[in-house]
């Protein structure tokens, strides 16, 4: 009886065996495509979780599922980009620019998803005519704003 710990999918069939390290390498690419897989399945989660707390109106519930959607795709970004945080080259200056426009554009995603959050609640204040609602919602808006904002400048900081 044999126990399958590691799939086939991993393991050359044919020809002479294969190196530590070309096994090490094909490993890793196929845990990192499952960690990735993984990730996109958190995001659909938290899509599915976002929607329902859009369709009914739970405020409590929005920025919790928010959360694990964005989670989802920066996990998958992260597997998908793992080459940014690789030292191939000796020029730091090249890995920290490529750092900071991976945290530049996660930074803008989440600010601009605060805002629509922001915006949608105020709009449903609106519609009950809730003025701590609307308070609320502005301040929503308002934060997801100067979240993308930052995202903006973080190029002065290269």
Known sequence: MQIMF????ILPTSGPPASPAVLAQTGLTFFG?????????VAFIGAIKFALSMKSDDTRE???????MVSGFMIQAAITNLGIFELATSDAEVIYQNILL???????RIGAAGSFI???MFGFAVKDNNAVGKVTALKTFA????????SGILSTFA
């Open 143 to 150: 934060a997801g704003a100067i979240v993308v904002s930052v």
């Open 6 to 9: 590691v799939p086939e999918t």
């Open 118 to 120: 922001g915006a949608v």
């Open 62 to 68: 929005q920025i919790p599922a928010l959360l694990t």
């Open 102 to 108: 991976f945290i530049a554009r996660w930074t803008r």
């Open 33 to 41: 495509t499952w960690i990735s897989r993984i990730g996109g399945l």
